[in-house]
């Protein structure tokens, strides 16, 4: 096993550094290490001190870097070099979030809202979030940093990638690209758009390669490829029947898709935002995403309130970057409500885990009854017609008085009404609301796409 302590800090992806390079010339311990770095399994104190070392280490490296957290911090009345541990930045860190991201963007036409702490010439690679909630927030990446930008080795390795591999690519590359990760490790990256429209070169190279891993599925491509199946018959068990995991990402599982995704045999796991510092992923225990503590220190509140809520209990993820210094995110309010539990996983890694249970925006109140899009999900997904699950909740504000949906239906069924008719009787069985319904072809629905999913609320 590495030692715990080297991994973040001298790890770095560079061939001519330390780490999946150095996995890969040693190849002899690709079959017999349980995790990729030891901390994954590590105690709680263990985690905690690691998380000590490296936040202090952090904002001793905003306090003169970072515009926008100077900015917030000043403003707060708080020096970030006056903070003495993990329990006095919990008590006194002021927080910050997308909005005061994009307030100065506007006001200071700096394309990074004033996070970006290197200079410009030092990056590889500019991303941007999906765009769900509004603009895009951009990403800056440099590659020669392991464990920053939205992946790290870990996930692959938990996924049971391993030199020689193939890896089916369908990256939405707007948040950067995994393919440098892949290539890390030894594997052979297969790389197409992630578009519905390309799932039928994605069945030329899966059944000419047979890759091990397909990095990502998602509702557009999961449409892609039914249509695929309905239109051309393909074999989809003998399609998936090479792969030891399919990951999953964008939006929650619906269960009609998961029934679906079972039926072709698929190894599914899933991945989600770790508040746009990282990602979550699920583990073979299927029992949660794990958050790495080490790259992002987690804290789940009670919404609008600085108090932390038990484990098992919902709240709002709060992460600060701990490893990225590029353009970290400190104490940042995602808008992600989550449950989440820090008890030790059936995998043996000690790291929490979380569900999303849905954004904080996405919730609308009709007459005093909450309804987040996972509820009307399920119901569309029942109804023939729709059950791709492509829908949006109009929501011009919070509180409604009636609930208005845009729903995708796919094909010419004869009578439309009455298809909208089912569809809100589905609809009001799980919320108890009577919807108004617009039906739309899925095909104009796929088209609102960053590509991974379709935005779930929209204004108008
Ligand atoms: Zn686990």
Not at 157 to 185: F, K, N, Q
């Amino acid at each position: 096993m590495p030692d715990a302590s080297a991994t973040l800090q001298d790890r770095t992806l560079n061939p001519s550094g330390n780490g999946l390079a150095y996995q890969v010339a040693n190849a002899s311990k690709w079959g017999e290490q349980k995790f990729f770095d030891a901390i994954e399994g590590a105690p709680r104190e263990e985690i905690e001190a690691t998380q000590e070392r490296l936040l202090l280490d952090q904002l001793k490296w905003i306090a003169t870097r970072s515009a926008l957290v100077s900015e917030i911090w000043k403003k707060a009345g708080v020096d970030p070099l006056s903070i003495t541990s993990l329990a006095d930045y919990k008590a006194r860190a002021p927080f910050m979030d997308k909005d005061d991201i994009r307030a100065f963007r506007d006001r200071t036409d700096d394309p990074f809202g004033g996070v970006l702490c290197v200079d410009c010439s030092e990056l590889h690679n500019i991303g941007s979030s999906s765009g769900t909630t509004g603009d895009p927030t951009i990403f800056a990446e440099r590659w020669d940093r392991g464990y920053e930008g939205p992946f790290t080795p870990r996930e692959y390795w938990m996924l049971g990638l391993r030199p020689g591999d193939y890896v089916l690519e369908m990256s939405t590359v707007m948040r950067g690209v995994g393919h440098r990760i892949t290539r890390a490790a030894g594997a052979i990256p297969l790389m197409l758009n992630h578009d519905p429209n390309e799932v039928e070169a994605a069945v030329d190279l899966i059944r000419k390669y047979r890759p091990t891993i397909f990095f990502h599925l998602s509702t557009p491509v999961i449409y892609g490829l039914e249509r695929l199946e309905r239109e051309k018959g393909i074999d989809m068990v003998d399609l998936f029947s090479s792969f030891r995991a399919c990951v999953y990402g964008g939006e929650p599982v619906g269960p009609r898709m998961k029934e679906t995704l079972d039926r072709w045999g698929v190894n599914l796991f899933q991945f989600s935002s770790l508040g746009d510092s990282g990602t979550t992923w699920e583990c073979e225990a299927h029992d949660g995403f794990h958050a790495w503590e080490d790259v992002g220190l987690v804290e789940v509140l009670k919404p609008g309130t600085d108090e932390p809520v038990g484990d098992g209990e919902g709240g709002e993820l709060v992460v600060t970057a701990l490893h990225n210094k590029t353009d970290p995110l400190i104490r940042y309010r995602s808008g992600d409500f989550i449950r989440h539990t820090r008890e030790k996983c059936a995998c043996g890694r000690t790291h929490m885990r979380m569900t999303l249970l849905g954004r904080l925006g996405d919730e609308v109140i009709v007459n005093r009854t909450s309804i987040l899009p996972r509820d009307v999900w399920t119901a569309v997904e029942q109804v023939e017609e729709t059950s791709a699950g492509l829908f949006q909740i109009i929501r011009p504000q919070r509180e409604l008085t009636e609930l208005k949906l845009r729903v995708g239906y796919e094909g010419t069924p004869e009578d439309l009404a009455d298809v909208a008719r089912r569809v809100a009787d589905e609809v009001e069985k799980r919320v108890s609301v009577r919807p108004e319904i617009e039906m739309t072809p899925n095909s104009e629905l796929i088209k609102l796409g960053p590509p991974h999913k379709i935005p779930r609320v929209a204004k108008a």
